[in-house]
């Protein structure tokens, strides 16, 4: 009997990770779509190469992995249970032994795993990616500002004309710098330079300069190092931990993060009961009106978790027990009551 539970196990899990997987890939592959369009936009502003564009999506799918799985465990719990009573296999695993109880265990199981997952996700994951996300965009615009090309005219830094002839590994040399204010003109001639980061400001340090001031009278000045951070500003922060990200959890902004995050993570084990009360079936004799049951219990979870989103911790817990015990009361009237 153990080995034959077993199997049932295994069948039961071959069916929802396939089901599983086309549902989320689908999803993800969409949402992946918006999330490209979303990066085209930012590259109206700023550089990005073909590695940083990958870096960016990778921030951004973090978020979209958090959306997309619990939507699509919800949907597969539904369509897998569904298709196998249409195929009569629920009925076969019954008359097996293995009750409609042993089958919401296996999904609950699968459900809290998957909850777990998502919570850890949700509260120290998605954090970090946020600052990731924010530093690399302050990061590029501030670079933006000097990005610099080399043999072409009309480049600026400040109040700089900027031109240099060729760059070795990462660097600039033969620099020109060109300025001119009424009768104050200055040439800068610097035989190397560097695009730096150093406490959260973006520099151009130049190094070997030579200054050429022309007044009423030619004034040469020697200057080992220059550095143009004064014009260069970034608002980099330092990388937040998820301790200080949601220790201010109760404000308008964090409360309505930590409430839709820690929802949709916990939206399997509310649903997967639900779930299973209308997609078992005895298909000769009833419908399931899976889309309709759907549309209600997202209705019934998600619609009180948007209205009440400032009240953080109470919204979640309410929320999801009302959930849970719904999810629950169909299960045991719809099926444990006839099976």
Known sequence: MLRLCKMIKKYLFRQFIGSFLSIFLTLFLVSSIIVLFQIA???????LSLYELFKLYSLMSVKLILFTIPISFFITCFMCVLRLSKENEIIMLFSL???????????????????????????????????LYDNFIDYKRAFSKINLKNNNFGQKIGNYIYFANESKDGGYEDIILYSYKGANEQILIAKNGKITNEDN????????VTLYNFKQNLEIAKIKNL???????????????????????????????????????????????????????????????????????LIIYLVPMMLFLNYHFYTIVITFSIAFFISKLCFRKKILSRY
């Open 41 to 47: 936009k930012i590259t109206s502003y700023i550089e």
């Open 201 to 208: 400001k973006i520099s151009f340090l130049l190094e070997n």
């Open 227 to 297: 550095n143009f951070s004064t014009l260069i500003n970034s608002t980099i922060t330092d990388i937040k931990s998820f301790k200080e990200y949601w220790k201010d959890y109760k404000s308008p902004s964090k409360s309505k993060e930590l409430v839709i995050y820690v929802m949709l993570s916990l939206l399997p084990i509310a649903s997967v009961h639900f779930a299973l009360a209308f997609s078992i079936i005895s298909s000769r004799y009833e419908k399931s009106h899976e889309y309709l049951a759907m549309l209600v219990f």
């Open 97 to 131: 032994g293995y009750s409609p109880r042993k089958i919401s265990n296996f999904f609950s199981i699968l459900a809290l795993f998957v909850s777990s997952v998502l919570l850890v996700i949700s509260i120290v994951f998605m954090p970090l990616s946020f600052s």
